[in-house]
């Protein structure tokens, strides 16, 4: 069974300073990776995913499967980053099917 | 375009009654989940449905929990008889056929079982 796994629940740092969100996952197919985010009185929504290797709001995730890892980081962080953070997992085939999450990380930018 | 809509946004009942989510997803999308997140904890999928087929329910305790999308539009999540686990935030949430790995989710309803 796959699984998700998000050490931190809590990470503080303060403004500018470089973040990096950890995840780790179990998964014996090919994953497909996704970060989202939560910010105060807003929906879940999608941040990125590891097959478009792109940069969403200065936040960057690479797949390591020799780690099975897909941290998030961003060099200098600002207080709108303040939110929850999912990674999430999906099922075989890929897409969004059956997407299994982490118990989340809340980041706290401080001012 | 209009996002996922639920209701109601809040619930609160007694345990051994029923309760029942709506759900509305984005015009056009085919694919619609129901999530069950607890606090403290990441969602957990009960549900997925295609159109008006059930995909995935392997994790829906399916003795009080029932779902369904008759139609392939909206959805209902029923709990019956709800036991004071069942205290979480119910996650509706819809994808497009392109499969790009994207679920537009609604804002929840919040259910405390007493």
């Known amino acids: 069974a796959q699984r998700v796994t998000q050490p931190e629940k809590l990470l503080s740092v303060f403004k500018g300073a470089p973040v990096e969100l950890k995840c780790n996952y179990s998964y014996s197919g090919s994953p497909e990776l996704f970060w989202y985010v939560q910010y105060s009185r807003q929906r879940l929504q999608l941040l990125l995913r590891h097959i478009s290797r792109e940069s969403i709001k200065g936040f960057t995730a690479d797949l390591n499967k020799g780690e099975t890892s897909f941290h998030l980081k961003k060099p200098f962080a600002q207080e709108e980053d303040s939110a929850m953070y999912y990674c999430?997992?999906?099922?075989?085939?890929?897409?969004?099917?059956?997407?299994?999450f982490g118990k989340g990380t809340h980041l706290i930018i401080q001012p | 375009e209009a996002g996922v809509a639920q209701s109601p946004r809040y619930k609160i009942i007694e345990k051994r009654q029923s309760v029942a989510f709506w759900c509305n997803p984005i015009?056009?999308?085919?694919?619609l989940y129901w999530y069950q997140q607890i606090l403290g904890q990441g969602p957990k999928l009960l549900i997925q449905?295609?159109?008006?087929?059930?995909?995935?329910d392997s994790q829906l305790p399916k003795d009080r929990f029932s779902a369904e999308r008759l139609k392939g539009v909206d959805s209902t999540l029923k709990i019956q008889p709800a036991k004071l686990e069942d205290s979480a935030v119910y996650l509706c949430a819809s994808s497009s056929n392109r499969n790009t790995g994207e679920l537009f989710f609604g804002e929840g309803s919040r259910l405390t079982v007493l």
């Open positions: 999430a997992l999906a099922d075989s085939g890929g897409g969004a099917d059956g997407l299994t």
């Open positions: 015009s056009g999308h085919a694919t």
């Open positions: 449905f295609q159109n008006n087929g059930v995909v995935d």
